[in-house]
């Protein structure tokens, strides 16, 4: 059975000498684990369809004999270029993809998670906002029926805590950004998305990384006499 779905790449890695797997977040059917066949080969089609932050329409073939799903052709609506120019917001967008996956269902269509992430990624390619990571895991975490609104926040930090909440993503520039309850509430977004997900996120990991390596690299500048 062919079926055409509208579907954004959450992650990809290699199947085989010559394929590649992926988890596409589809608007229709879900989280779907699908392969690519032939695409790692010097004259491979579809490979770019295959890349995360990729949003495309893909024809998808379901066997009746085995759970796999097959990518057998589809074209791409965007791969927001504006977001892979610059490497803090690819990381970003990255994070977005992967708390995603976490709290996605296996086949069960959620169309709330799909438009969320299709948001969040647009609003990402036009520019760089520091609250949106925090305010797509609070939203991505309400729509997988484990808000945090009722979470006690310092008193003077309640008003912006429920802006994070209620403003659409493409407001968040009129929310002030504060540097240390932006840190403190992405730790608890973190914290929740793997508590719920049982397994620690990649993302904050290679971002604590690099942080580590950019003082690094402060300091090594900073000790070196002019």
Do not use: Q
């Not at 085989?16 to 988890?23: K, L, S, V």
């Not at 977005?96 to 647009?122: D, W």
Request: charged share 25%.
């Amino acid at each position: 059975m062919i079926r055409n779905d509208d579907a954004v790449v959450l992650g990809r890695g290699d199947a085989g000498e010559y394929g590649r797997w992926a988890a596409l977040l589809s608007a229709g059917h879900g989280l779907l684990s699908v392969r690519f066949a032939g695409v790692n080969r010097s004259a491979g089609k579809l490979k770019a369809l295959s890349e995360p932050m990729v949003w495309g329409e893909y024809r998808l073939f379901f066997s009746a004999r085995s759970p796999a799903v097959h990518v057998t052709g589809g074209r791409i609506a965007s791969s927001f270029p504006g977001l892979r120019a610059d490497l803090a917001r690819t990381l970003t967008g990255l994070s977005l993809c992967e708390m995603t996956r976490r709290l996605a269902a296996e086949r069960v269509p959620c169309p709330a998670k799909y438009r969320l992430l299709c948001g969040g990624l647009r609003v990402l390619d036009e520019g760089p906002s520091p609250w949106l990571e925090t305010a797509f895991g609070l939203k991505l975490l309400e729509a997988a029926g484990y808000s945090l609104r009722e979470l006690p926040v310092p008193p003077a930090e309640g008003p912006l805590w429920r802006a994070l909440h209620e403003a659409p993503l493409e407001s968040l520039g009129e929310v002030p950004w504060r540097p240390e309850a932006g840190r403190r509430f992405l730790r608890l977004v973190h914290e929740h998305v793997e508590a719920h997900a049982e397994r620690p996120l990649r993302c904050g990991e290679v971002a604590r990384r690099l942080e580590l390596f950019a003082a690094k690299l402060r300091n090594l500048k900073e000790s070196v006499p002019c």
